[in-house]
T-cell receptor, first 117, second 119 residues
């Protein structure tokens, strides 16, 4: 089954304790992205990757890191989490990172709810 | 810069009645437009998209959307609402760079509209 898998689904942690949220897709998609969803703000893009070893900042990248060493995986890293990063996070992927496939829809994971105390 | 506005935080409609969820957009050039639906504790699911051509786009679960270039709108519609349509709906836009499928790398979402269908 074609899917985007995020882990963990839920995490409660404390300020300053490094954490990683994993994201994996099995559709051989080139483009992957991370979003955060906050009430009243919709989805805002954190980082995106157009292919292996190619990443770029989205609208709200501060406090986050990403890596894309393999096509299927795109982990989101919070080196020193703070309470303002408490949010619902989504990973998404789509067929191609090239601009020529900008009309392709994105496939989303089920989300990771992070609470940082 | 590209942006999306969903003017209604919540829409209530009686089961069996037609529904409309509004979306307006802003891009420098032509748009690629998308509608997604989010059910509780799930990720977003793609409903439909407008690329070019017919202004009326049909999608999943009986939904359709009408593209209106002069009003820069892309409203989501369904002729007869079901209780199971109750969910959070997001409109999204990417700027198109021409007819080849090329466009901006980022997808910009609206803030979402909560649809409640009342039995």
């Amino acid at each position: 089954e074609a899917q985007v898998t995020q882990n963990p689904r839920y995490l409660i942690t404390v300020t300053g304790k490094k954490l990683t949220v994993t994201c994996s897709q099995n559709m051989n998609h080139e483009y992957m992205s991370w979003y955060r969803q906050d009430p009243g703000l919709g989805l805002r893009q954190i980082y995106y990757s157009m292919n292996v070893e190619v990443t770029d900042k989205g609208d709200v990248p501060e406090g986050y890191k990403v890596s894309r060493k393999e096509k299927r995986n795109f982990p989101l890293i919070l080196e020193s989490p703070s309470p303002n990063q408490t949010s619902l996070y989504f990973c998404a992927s789509s067929l191609s990172g090239q601009a020529s496939y900008s009309n392709q829809p994105q496939h989303f994971g089920d989300g990771t709810r992070l609470s940082i105390l | 810069a590209q942006s999306v506005a969903q003017p209604e935080d919540q829409v209530n409609v009686a089961e069996g009645n037609p529904l409309t969820v509004k979306c307006t957009y802003s891009v420098s050039g032509n748009p690629y437009l998308f509608w997604y639906v989010q059910y509780p504790n799930r990720g977003l699911q793609f409903l439909l998209k407008y690329i070019t051509g017919d202004n009326l786009v049909k999608g999943s679960y009986g939904f359709e959307a009408e593209f209106n270039k002069s009003q820069t709108s892309f409203h989501l519609k369904k002729p007869s609402a079901l209780v199971s349509d109750s969910a959070l709906y997001f409109c999204a836009v990417r700027e198109s760079w021409g007819d080849s499928g090329a466009g901006s790398y980022q997808l910009t979402f609206g803030k979402g509209t909560k649809l409640s269908v009342i039995p």
